[in-house]
């Protein structure tokens, strides 16, 4: 039966934790769920950062005082193109300073480098100089909430891990009178993966269990269902990512929107060792954002790789054609960096090349492995040029305005080194989800096919539908977890 004070809570990604820690400090009980024995989701892969506006990292350490939640809200807004929720994305910048000082601050987390992202008018996405940004959030939220002492609270929170939610259980009223039928959920079923049991919970249910960006192979899978042109793409999600909550939400009458709408990131990393392998790890967004180049196989540069996520990766896409590559084996890119860019992210630097997928060698050495003849000296004289950009003598070719501190060291000509690694475009992220309200509240159709709230139920983080329109800016999902996180905890705290 229902305890009262009670709330469901089913993935442990930063939307879940959040939303958990929040009804916690709200002296409301949380039972957690999560399908794997790990906490984290795709979000302790988090590599680039989360953004925030007007924070005390943005203006007092790194003194960009000209940023402001109108220009976020505007580059969101132009990023979502006609998809945009202006209302949502109004929350979403509104909320980033809390955000970020909120981790910052309360869970003590390093937030102090600001990076500029494709899309961003201002550097906005905060990381820290030692751990990734999403190892080092999940890890501190994992840490309060084992922590969390139950015994002495008047509150409790009962954490279920290889727990798989397969059933939201709803309650319908039928009203004669008014000809309408109200639903709500009441709880759930989820599947005791050690036992093999079934076991049922009742109270409000928070969704919070992620995308569907690994959703290739399953027989409901919702890649085959609305992008089949993506399933042969590699993917940098992880394995449980096959959209479980929007499977579930559907079930019970819950609307989806957008969800066509999948991210391509433009940059996943090849593995020269195993390039097919579907599973890739991510070269962060960050890694432009520091001066990164994009290269065709050819040596030539093909556009501005500050655009936004889905321009970058259509500019590759378009060169792969007028350059004739057409076999999957081929469809590579790479991404050439100095020594500065180097400095700026050694921590991602480092686990890259000790990943074998970032190599610092010669010029020379590049040009023998991409099979170039001696005469050919595309790359050393592209980047001599790219250095007159740097060092503001002429202006980009592409319309880049922002590249790494210091200028390339060419004076070794072919024997300068450079870091490069092989890239291609995978699946990353699903904008479409479950349509929600700007409370984080589930939405359906009544009998009379007007659109309302299916009570008892929410839907936070990327298994929401409809923050980020046809394109999600860099830092943004982050962020989104912990605003809407927030936000959803508040919801239904002044629901039960
Ligand atoms: C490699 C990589 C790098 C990224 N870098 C950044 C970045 O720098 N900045 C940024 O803003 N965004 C980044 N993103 C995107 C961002 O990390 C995710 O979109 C976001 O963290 C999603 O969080 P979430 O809490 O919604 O879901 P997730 O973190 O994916 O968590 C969902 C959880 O729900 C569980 N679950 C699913 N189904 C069930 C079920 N049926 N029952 C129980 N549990 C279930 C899953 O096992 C999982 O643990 C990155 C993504 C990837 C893959």
């Known amino acids: 039966m229902a305890r009262s004070n009670h ?16 009804l916690l400090q709200k002296k409301v009980s949380v039972t957690l769920l ?15 950062g989360i953004n925030g506006v007007k924070t005390y990292q ?24 006609s998809l945009a929720n202006k209302d949502l994305i109004n929350i979403l910048a509104s909320n980033s300073k809390n955000a970020v000082d909120w981790l910052s601050k309360d869970l003590k987390i390093e937030l102090n480098y600001v990076a500029q992202l494709g899309g961003h008018s201002h550097p906005r996405t905060h990381r820290g100089s030692n751990l990734p940004p999403g190892f080092a959030i999940i890890s501190a939220l994992k840490k309060y909430l084992e922590n969390f002492d139950s015994i002495n609270s008047n509150h409790n929170l009962n954490i279920l ?51 569907f960006s690994a959703d290739f192979d399953s027989e409901d899978s919702l890649l085959k269902q609305y992008r089949k042109d993506l399933l042969s793409l590699p993917s940098t999600n992880s394995a449980q990512t096959t959209g479980d909550g929007q499977k579930l939400a559907l ?22 060792q195993d390039p097919l392998n579907k599973w890739k790890i991510l070269a962060a967004e960050a890694l432009r954002g520091v001066g990164g180049l994009l290269f065709n196989t050819q040596g030539d540069r093909f556009g501005n790789e500050l655009l936004t996520r889905d321009k970058v990766t259509e500019s590759i896409f378009k060169n792969f054609e007028q350059i004739g590559i057409n076999q999957e084996t081929d469809k590579k890119v790479l991404i050439i960096l100095n020594e500065s860019s180097y400095n700026k992210m050694k921590m991602n630097f480092d686990f890259y090349i000790k990943r074998g997928l970032l190599f610092k060698s010669s010029i020379r050495e590049l040009n023998k492995q991409l099979g170039f003849s001696k005469e050919n000296n595309k790359i050393l004289k592209n980047l001599i040029q790219v250095n007159k950009y740097i060092n503001g003598i002429e ?83 982050l962020l989104e977890c912990v605003v809407f996180g927030k936000v959803a905890a508040r919801s239904v705290s002044e629901y039960i």
């Open 161 to 211: 891990k290889n727990s798989k939610v397969i059933e939201l259980i709803k309650e319908s009223n039928s009203n004669l009178n008014t000809n309408t039928n109200t639903n709500k959920i009441i709880g759930l079923k989820y599947l005791d993966l050690n036992s093999n049991k079934i076991n049922s919970i009742y109270g409000p249910v928070i969704l919070a269990t992620g995308g």
């Open 34 to 48: 999560e399908k794997t024995n790990q906490f984290g989701g795709n979000s302790i892969k988090a590599s680039s």
């Open 251 to 272: 079930k019970v009458g819950a609307k989806l929107i957008h969800m066509d709408q999948v991210q391509i990131h433009p940059t996943g990393f090849i593995d020269i």
């Open 58 to 81: 943005q203006t007092t350490l790194h003194n960009i005082n000209d940023d402001s939640i109108d220009s976020f809200i505007n580059d969101s807004i132009k990023s979502a193109k």
């Open 7 to 22: 709330v469901i809570v089913v993935g442990t990604g930063l939307a879940g934790l959040t939303a958990t820690y929040e």
């Open 395 to 477: 202006e980009d070719e592409f319309g880049r305005t922002v590249f790494s501190d210091e200028p390339f060291d060419l004076s070794q000509e072919l024997d300068s080194s450079i870091y490069y690694g092989y890239l291609t475009p995978v699946v990353h992220f699903t904008m479409g989800g479950i349509k929600i309200d700007s409370n984080a509240r589930v939405l359906t159709e009544d009998s009379n096919n007007h659109e309302v709230v299916l009570k008892g139920l929410y839907a936070i983080g990327e298994v929401s539908g409809g923050v980020h329109g046809a394109n999600r800016l860099g830092g943004s999902s």
